[in-house]
Nanobody, 120 residues
Framework: VQLQASGGGSVQAGGSLRLSCAAS????????MAWYRQAPGKERELAAR???????QYADSVKGRFTISRDNAKNTVYLQMNSLKSEDTAVYYC???????????????WGQGTQVTVSS
């Protein structure tokens, strides 16, 4: 399974960005899709996740500003980020838990990361 993320960039505080991450390969079914982020000098942390049933979870720091969604037909997860703050600056990684065709195991996959920079 390969993950291709896009949509990062630079924006001023208060602006918006939309991240996308498309999964491809021998996918049987995708379970959880998520976005993690890692700021300079900090550990990677969960920003938002969404289950196959559409249940969402957000970090307290992004609640009310970020919205995660998924298109199961396209195996794609999105992260709409509004009212961005300088502390949102980080590399954002998409994450997918998926079953592959021909394998009984649920496996985890990570995208390559996309930089989001918010200037104040």
């Amino acid at each position: 399974v390969q993950l291709q993320a896009s949509g990062g960039g630079s924006v001023q505080a208060g602006g918006s960005l939309r991240l996308s991450c498309a999964a491809s390969g021998s996918i049987l079914r995708i379970n959880v899709m998520a976005w993690y982020r890692q700021a300079p000098g900090k550990e990677r942390e969960l920003a938002a996740r969404i289950t196959s049933g559409g249940t969402t979870q957000y970090a307290d720091s992004v609640k009310g500003r970020f919205t995660i969604s998924r298109d199961n037909a396209k195996n794609t997860v999105y992260l709409q980020m509004n009212s961005l703050k300088s502390e949102d600056t980080a590399v954002y990684y998409c994450f997918v838990g998926s079953w592959q065709i021909g394998s009984p195991s649920l496996r985890n996959y990570w995208g390559q990361g996309t930089q989001v920079t918010v200037s104040s």
